[in-house]
Antibody
Framework: QVQLQESGPGLVKPSETLSLTCSVSGYSISRGYYWGWIRQTPGMGLEWIGSIYYSGSTYYNPSLKSRVTLSVDTSKNLFSLNLTSVTASDTAVYFC?????????????WGQGALVTVSS | DIQMTQSPSSLSASVGDRVTITCRASQTINNYLNWYQQKPGKAPKLLIYSASNLQSGVPSRFSGSGSGTDFSLTISSLQPEDAATYYCQESDITPWTFGQGTRVEVK
């Protein structure tokens, strides 16, 4: 059973960097699949942030690309999100997910979500 | 970006009712259309992928149809546990985008 778990600070100050980690169990990241981040806010709804392959290849949402960096650590079976220069509009629940590509393009397994609040 | 528009934004129906939610894309998306169910405080759960394929473990009362720009999710016989918000999502062109959601209330 594939399981994902987000972790990281729940409170980040404006202009600082939001950092989250997604630990994966039940599946080795290095076996394949892309791994992604999605966030949810009451105002914007669900928004795809970006996806990363175990090799490090990445795709980013152009709306966030200048501030986002995804990375992967296959030795620890986890991947991470860094979002710089955050503002209150980055307050959201952040989900990590496994990304299926090819004939079936979906987010098939999700973490439970991590609420991150941007506030001084 | 492709805009996904769902209707209605909310609905209320009785147990056993047939419920249909529609999703319209701002351009043709080659059937790369997925449906998710989200309950309060939980992550979205994949129900349907590629417009009409039922994800493993999802009850058969859920079905999806459509092509091009117009798609729908149908619950053939609404159950109490189906109370949730439902989202469509296109995965044809990045950035993948979601609809705004349809909240389903079970009377």
């Amino acid at each position: 059973q594939v399981q994902l778990q987000e972790s990281g600070p729940g409170l980040v100050k404006p202009s600082e960097t939001l950092s989250l980690t997604c630990s994966v169990s039940g599946y080795s990241i290095s076996r394949g699949y892309y791994w992604g981040w999605i966030r949810q806010t009451p105002g914007m709804g669900l928004e795809w942030i970006g996806s990363i392959y175990y090799s490090g290849s990445t795709y980013y949402n152009p709306s966030l690309k200048s501030r986002v960096t995804l990375s992967v650590d296959t030795s620890k079976n986890l991947f991470s999100l860094n979002l710089t220069s955050v503002t209150a509009s980055d307050t959201a629940v952040y989900f990590c997910a496994r990304v299926v590509v090819g004939a079936q393009r979906t987010f098939d397994y999700w973490g439970q979500g991590a609420l991150v609040t941007v506030s001084s | 970006d492709i805009q996904m528009t769902q209707s209605p934004s909310s609905l209320s129906a009785s147990v056993g009712d047939r419920v249909t939610i529609t999703c319209r894309a701002s351009q043709t998306i080659n059937n790369y259309l997925n449906w998710y169910q989200q309950k309060p405080g939980k992550a979205p759960k994949l129900l349907i992928y590629s417009a009409s394929n039922l994800q493993s473990g999802v009850p058969s009362r859920f079905s999806g149809s459509g092509s091009g720009t117009d798609f729908s999710l149908t619950i053939s016989s609404l159950q109490p546990e189906d109370a949730a918000t439902y989202y469509c999502q296109e995965s044809d062109i990045t950035p993948w985008t979601f609809g705004q959601g349809t909240r389903v209330e079970v009377k």
